[in-house]
């Protein structure tokens, strides 16, 4: 046995909500060097949150010219990275 101070916890049936803008401006290439649009910086921070808090639920709303809710609260991580990966944010023919 080795003393330790550092203590693992696991949160768990916390309801998280994800709410993320679907405005033409997230189609900009600023977020890296490498020309990564707001937009898969976002999905990509909606994934590592969800890897973090195993075993709460999620829910997906978008907002743009309306408010989207894409995903009611759910445990199953697939069907909320389907919703994340439906938002592709909005074109100039339809922003307004």
Known sequence: MIPNSEVST???NVDVLFVVD????MLAEDYDEDGTTRMEAVKKDCEY?????PGSSFSVVSFGNKVNNLLPYTIDSINVIQALQSLKGQTTLYAK
Do not use: A
Request: no cysteine.
């Open 49 to 53: 949150i969800m890897e973090q808090l």
């Open 22 to 25: 679907n405005t033409i401006s």
């Open 10 to 12: 696991i949160q768990k």
